[in-house]
Structures are given as C-alpha cells and as structure tokens.
C-alpha cells in the first residue's frame, strides 16, 4: 500500500492534558509505536494560532499518522493556550509567543514525568519562535525548525540557543514567504552547531506529499537515522 496524504498506520493513541505554571490546563495527544517503546520522541510545537495554527495541522498530524509505525517515535501533540482542534480547546488565551514559555515547560515536563526518551522539539512557523525562546531545557536533545520566520525571535534567541549547545536544524523552503535559505543562512550563523537545509520548490506551509515526505524523512535522519529514508509503501 502507497502511503498518501490521508494514510494513517497502527499506533497507540492516546488523549492528554497538559498543566502549565500559570494555572492552566492544555489539551494534546500522544502517539506512540503500538507495541514497543519509542526510540525518541517528537515535542510538536504548532504554527501562529492566529493564522489557523493548532495541533493538527498537517506536517504533525501526518507526523503522528505515520512516524510511530516507520520510524518508532513518540509523537506528542498539543493545542497552545487559547488554542482550538477536534481535541478540544486550550484554557487561557494567545501570548505573542510570552506566556507560552509555560506551555513548552509543560510539554516537555509532561514527557519527561512520563519517561519519554530522546526528547527532540520540533517548532513551525510560530513553533520555532516558541522553540528558540523556550526549549533550553537540560531534557532536550535538541530542535528541528520548520519554515522558521526569525520574526519574534532575535539574535538574544538565537545567541543564547548557541549557548545552550544542543543541535539545531532548520528546515527553510526555497519560497518561503518570510525567510529564505540564503538569508536564514546569514542569521543562523551566529549559533556554531546550527545546520541550515534549503529545500527546493517548498513553501512556508508545506503543501504537498513531497513536502511532507521531505520534513519527515530530515526529521527522522536527525531523531532515528536507523529508521532513514521512510518507506513510501507499507
């Protein structure tokens, strides 16, 4: 069986809720290999809410359908405050990226509390921003960016990641409407360990099964090379 964009694989899925610092409670899913431990696992930081941005859009939701079967990865989902899905709503309301520090500290708690390995945060579009900001957490192996705008984050952000030391990898299509190879290669140059991967014919949502098999196949060689390339038939 060819696997396409709606092809979702045996996982054992699960509904989760997320406590954050501030008081407020997080609604996520949790996929896991059906019947053995994850390899790694893959802290899914979603697009500008406002923009229509939540937990299942389309780069996660595949990651989710696919990656606990191929490639043997948990995969955790959530809604950032305010933020809505089939799943259900998220207490509180959009912080511009500042109050949502208490969303990735719960996200990365809950998979630490849970014994969830090799925890790697993967940020799109408004989720790098969070990712950059946020996730210098000891429990992080390191991050995966999407389409990163290097809008709300800045230099402070991406100098202090270079401190930080873990790996970063960003995934920046050819025709990104906000921030381009050649550019994102410029700014990522002041974080030593950055890696910058330029990817032809994309664009910042990644439309497309190429696009998507393109950011799942660099995921997983980064997060599970054992598993790398993904098959395109199961």
């Known amino acids: 069986m060819e696997i396409r964009a709606a092809t979702v694989l ?21 996929a896991r290999p059906l019947d053995r431990p994850p390899v790694a696992t893959l802290v899914t930081l979603h697009p500008l809410p406002t ?12 990651a989710a359908n696919r990656l606990p079967a191929l490639a043997d990865l948990a995969v955790l ?3 950032t405050r305010g933020t809505s899905s089939d799943r259900g709503t998220s207490q509180g309301e ?9 969303d990735v500290a ?21 989720g790098t921003e969070l990712a ?26 991406l100098d202090a990641w270079a401190r930080f030391g873990r790996p970063l990898v960003a995934l920046v299509p050819e025709l990104d409407d906000y921030l381009r190879p050649e550019e ?13 991967i330029g990817v032809d014919g994309a664009k910042h949502l990644w439309v497309g099964e190429p696009s998507v098999r393109v950011v799942l196949n660099e995921i997983v060689k980064r997060v599970n090379p054992g598993a790398y390339p993904l098959p395109t038939e199961v």
Do not use: C
């Open 51 to 62: 923009h229509g941005g939540f937990m299942d859009s389309h780069v996660y939701k595949k």
């Open 184 to 196: 994102a290669r410029r700014r990522f140059a002041r974080v030593p360990q950055a890696e910058v």
């Open 132 to 157: 950059l900001k946020w996730a210098h957490d000891p429990v992080v192996q390191g991050a995966i960016l999407l389409s990163p705008p290097l809008h709300r984050a800045t230099d402070d952000d």
């Open 94 to 102: 959009f912080d511009k990226g500042e109050g949502e520090r208490f």
């Open 77 to 79: 989902r959530f809604n």
């Open 106 to 126: 719960a996200a990365l708690e809950y998979a630490e509390f849970h014994d969830l390995p090799h925890i790697w945060v993967v940020g799109w579009s408004f």
């Open 10 to 30: 045996p996982a054992h899925r699960e509904p989760i809720e997320l406590h954050t610092g501030d008081g407020l409670t997080l609604v996520g899913e949790l």
